[in-house]
């Protein structure tokens, strides 16, 4: 296992159809990375024993198991994940135990497949208030806990998701925990729901908006 890092100023590109493995490894993004697929010939992100994306690499019997490899972290801001297909991280030792950690809102995640991690599909950590979250489009498969978890260390930013859908989990949908801060809005469909399992506060002094048919 390893730690494979995108340094600051630095740009990584992975073309349509790229297949990149992990065995117990992370990825860390400090800088930006490009993974934009296509519906034919997505990016994928996965495990090392994973014979279903990119063939038999291992020659073992096993199959691909949730938390085979820790996690790919986005620190940097502009990274996009279009297209993309990330399954089986979440590695128990790892950070937040989920298969993408971000540590931004500055990403532009969409029409991508995030599964069959060990905890959560995407664990939010950091949030910056002048970029709005965007989750478009995506499908979120067989994470065993959360499909997203959010509890940032600091302020919170808008969370605009539109599209999505969850299966498998035991929570399908978008997880809150910790204290609201400044303007935010909130804004989902039935289908996505926002879910608060853990305390969730107002700030004094900030305002939360929820929109029309967010659940």
């Given at each position: 296992?390893?730690?494979?890092?995108?340094?600051?100023?630095?740009?990584?590109?992975?073309?349509?159809?790229?297949?990149?493995?992990?065995?117990?490894?992370?990825?860390?993004?400090?800088?930006r990375l490009l993974a934009q697929g296509t519906d034919p010939a997505p990016v994928v992100f996965t495990s090392y024993w994973d014979d279903a994306?990119?063939?038999?690499?291992?020659?073992?019997?096993?199959?691909?198991?949730p938390g085979d490899w820790t996690n790919l972290i986005i620190n940097g801001p502009g990274s996009v994940l279009d297209h993309t297909w990330i399954?089986?991280?979440?590695?128990?030792?790892?950070?937040?135990?989920?298969?993408?950690?971000?540590?931004?809102?500055?990403?532009?995640?969409?029409?991508?497949?995030?599964?069959?991690?060990?905890?959560?599909?995407?664990?939010?950590?950091?949030?910056?208030?002048?970029?709005?979250?965007?989750?478009?489009?995506?499908?979120?498969?067989?994470?065993?806990?959360?499909?997203?978890?959010?509890?940032?260390?600091?302020?919170?930013?808008?969370?605009?998701?539109?599209?999505?859908?969850?299966?498998?989990?035991?929570?399908?949908?978008?997880?809150?925990?910790?204290?609201?801060?400044?303007?935010?809005?909130?804004?989902?469909?039935?289908?996505?729901?926002?879910?608060?399992?853990?305390?969730?506060?107002?700030?004094?002094?900030?305002?939360?908006?929820?929109?029309?048919?967010?659940?």
């Amino acid at each position: 296992s390893c730690t494979v890092t995108v340094n600051p100023n630095v740009t990584l590109t992975v073309q349509p159809g790229a297949v990149v493995k992990f065995s117990g490894s992370t990825m860390v993004v400090n800088g930006r990375l490009l993974a934009q697929g296509t519906d034919p010939a997505p990016v994928v992100f996965t495990s090392y024993w994973d014979d279903a994306h990119g063939g038999d690499t291992d020659h073992e019997s096993r199959s691909a198991a949730p938390g085979d490899w820790t996690n790919l972290i986005i620190n940097g801001p502009g990274s996009v994940l279009d297209h993309t297909w990330i399954g089986y991280g979440g590695a128990w030792y790892g950070y937040d135990k989920a298969n993408l950690v971000l540590n931004t809102s500055n990403v532009t995640i969409r029409d991508s497949v995030i599964a069959w991690s060990f905890e959560k599909g995407i664990a939010i950590a950091h949030l910056d208030p002048t970029y709005p979250l965007r989750l478009t489009g995506n499908t979120f498969l067989n994470n065993v806990q959360w499909a997203v978890y959010a509890k940032p260390d600091s302020s919170w930013a808008d969370v605009l998701l539109n599209g999505n859908s969850s299966s498998g989990s035991l929570w399908n949908g978008f997880g809150l925990e910790g204290v609201i801060d400044g303007t935010v809005t909130f804004s989902t469909t039935a289908s996505f729901p926002f879910l608060a399992e853990q305390e969730v506060a107002v700030a004094a002094d900030s305002t939360l908006t929820v929109t029309p048919g967010t659940t």
